[in-house]
């Protein structure tokens, strides 16, 4: 049973920094890639990154390019998601999400990921 835990989350001041992570178990964590997605209040779920099984690709939403940094540790089964320069419009839950297909082409779209983690809220005070 693949399961996904993220943490990091909590408030920050507009301009500040976080790291989520998000530990993974229940099979071989570096077959697969990862992806971030989040999620306002009253607003659709939005992709924020991805990243590829070996870690040598990733893809932004133009949303965070340039601020926010995936990355993953496969020896200890743990993806991240360095956020800098945060903004008010960052606040939402973050999920990290899995797909069930090894080695994967990274994708945007969340049809794609069938494991989630139940969420970490991020806050950004203006």
């Known amino acids: 049973q693949v399961q996904l835990e993220e943490s990091g989350g909590g408030l920050v001041q507009a301009g500040g920094s976080l790291r989520l992570s998000c530990a993974a178990s229940g099979r071989t964590f570096e077959n697969y890639p990862m992806g971030w997605f989040r999620q306002a209040p009253g607003k659709e779920q939005e992709f924020v990154a991805a990243?590829?099984?070996?870690?040598?690709?990733?893809y932004y939403a133009d949303s965070v390019k340039g601020r926010f940094t995936i990355s993953r540790d496969n020896a200890k089964n743990t993806l991240y998601l360095q956020m800098n320069s945060l903004k008010p419009e960052d606040t939402a839950v973050y999920y990290c999400a899995a797909p069930a297909k090894a080695f994967m082409v990274i994708t945007p779209t969340p049809a794609a990921y069938d494991y989630w983690g139940q969420g970490t809220q991020v806050t950004v005070s203006s």
């Open positions: 990243i590829s099984w070996v870690g040598g690709s990733t």
